[in-house]
């Protein structure tokens, strides 16, 4: 096969619904491209990357991505995480993180509403949580409150990111029963294994919608959960459909065909 071949780099990869999305758009408009899942080691994420025309980083190399590039676009730099890369002839390799888009374009559908002014409890503090964190900022959310298994991490979130006063790391529990939020977003990747336990105990948590960043071929764990508590839940394939269109575009300046997408991650059925 000689046709140029994108990838999506990660580990793992096998869940995901990325190459049925891009080779579905890829073939729509008849590209001369394919896109591949590559399950891949840390060392081999640079390289890989500077010999590809272009792809897609996940979990958990987004910032080993980061630091591989020559031309960091100004979310990364602010996230310290790389999720789309390209080959540039002047500029070498680019890369930029749509996660913070495309978390936003994700939240406020199933809000119904901005984020602006919002309480956001946010579990998790890999590289989509960066992305979450930093969308809030911009968006001038009320306040993001962080819990992650690994509290350290999560301080350097907030160190990294430079966030205001507005963004603070939670004590471990389960979430504070106590406080009422907007939105509950799971960006740890408790969910990808349909035996993994909950990031969180939906009961203990007072809020009008979560967001659940993890997708699968069913409804997750997490959103079942939530929903059976009375809340407004959503998985992450909204937020997938919508970094996959900033994607291809990057790579083919082009817009693909959202129709054909839609279909794929079978939203709006
Ligand atoms: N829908 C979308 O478009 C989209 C976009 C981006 C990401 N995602 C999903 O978001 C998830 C996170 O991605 P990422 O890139 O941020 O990954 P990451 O950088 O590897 O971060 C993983 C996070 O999960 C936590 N975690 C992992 N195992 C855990 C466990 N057993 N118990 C408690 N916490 C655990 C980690 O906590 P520690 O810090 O303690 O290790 C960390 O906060 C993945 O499922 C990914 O597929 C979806």
């Given at each position: 096969?000689?046709?140029?071949?994108y990838?999506?780099?990660?580990?793992?990869?096998h869940?995901?619904?990325?190459?049925?999305?891009?080779?579905?758009?890829?073939?729509?408009?008849?590209?001369?491209?394919?896109?591949?899942?590559?399950?891949?080691?840390?060392?081999?994420v640079?390289?890989?990357?500077?010999?590809?025309p272009?792809?897609?980083?996940?979990?958990?190399h987004?910032?080993?991505?980061?630091a591989?590039?020559?031309?960091?676009?100004e979310?990364?730099r602010?996230?310290?995480?790389c999720?789309?890369?390209?080959?540039?002839?002047?500029?070498?390799l680019?890369g930029?993180?749509?996660?913070a888009?495309a978390?936003?374009t994700?939240?406020?559908?199933?809000?119904?509403?901005?984020?602006?002014?919002c309480?956001v409890?946010?579990?998790g503090?890999?590289?989509?949580?960066r992305?979450?964190v930093?969308?809030c900022?911009r968006?001038?959310?009320d306040?993001?409150?962080i819990l992650?298994?690994?509290?350290?991490?999560?301080?350097?979130?907030?160190?990294?990111v430079?966030?205001?006063g507005?963004?603070?790391?939670?004590?471990?529990?389960?979430?504070?029963s106590?406080?009422?939020?907007?939105?509950?977003?799971?960006?740890?990747?408790l969910?990808?294994?349909?035996s993994d336990?909950?990031p969180?105990k939906?009961e203990?948590?007072?809020?009008?919608?979560?967001?659940?960043?993890?997708?699968?071929?069913?409804e997750?764990?997490l959103?079942?959960?939530?929903?059976?508590?009375?809340?407004?839940a959503?998985?992450?394939?909204?937020?997938?459909?919508?970094q996959a269109?900033?994607?291809?575009?990057?790579?083919?300046?082009?817009?693909?065909?959202?129709?054909v997408?839609l279909?794929?991650?079978?939203?709006?059925?």
């Amino acid at each position: 096969m000689d046709r140029p071949l994108y990838a999506l780099l990660g580990a793992p990869v096998h869940h995901s619904l990325s190459p049925a999305l891009q080779n579905a758009a890829i073939d729509a408009l008849e590209i001369d491209a394919v896109y591949v899942a590559l399950w891949t080691w840390e060392d081999l994420v640079g390289p890989l990357m500077r010999s590809l025309p272009g792809g897609n980083v996940t979990v958990p190399h987004k910032r080993a991505a980061a630091a591989a590039l020559d031309h960091p676009s100004e979310d990364v730099r602010a996230t310290g995480a790389c999720n789309v890369f390209w080959w540039d002839e002047s500029r070498g390799l680019c890369g930029d993180n749509t996660d913070a888009g495309a978390f936003r374009t994700a939240a406020e559908a199933l809000l119904k509403a901005e984020l602006t002014g919002c309480r956001v409890l946010l579990l998790g503090a890999g590289g989509a949580a960066r992305a979450v964190v930093h969308a809030c900022c911009r968006a001038g959310v009320d306040r993001v409150e962080i819990l992650n298994r690994t509290r350290a991490r999560a301080e350097e979130l907030v160190a990294d990111v430079g966030a205001p006063g507005a963004v603070r790391v939670l004590e471990g529990g389960e979430g504070r029963s106590e406080e009422a939020y907007d939105l509950v977003v799971n960006a740890t990747s408790l969910g990808l294994d349909p035996s993994d336990p909950l990031p969180v105990k939906s009961e203990a948590v007072q809020a009008r919608a979560l967001l659940d960043l993890v997708y699968g071929r069913d409804e997750t764990p997490l959103v079942r959960a939530a929903r059976a508590a009375g809340i407004e839940a959503a998985d992450g394939r909204l937020m997938l459909l919508e970094q996959a269109i900033l994607s291809f575009r990057r790579w083919f300046d082009r817009d693909p065909p959202r129709e054909v997408m839609l279909r794929v991650v079978r939203l709006g059925e």
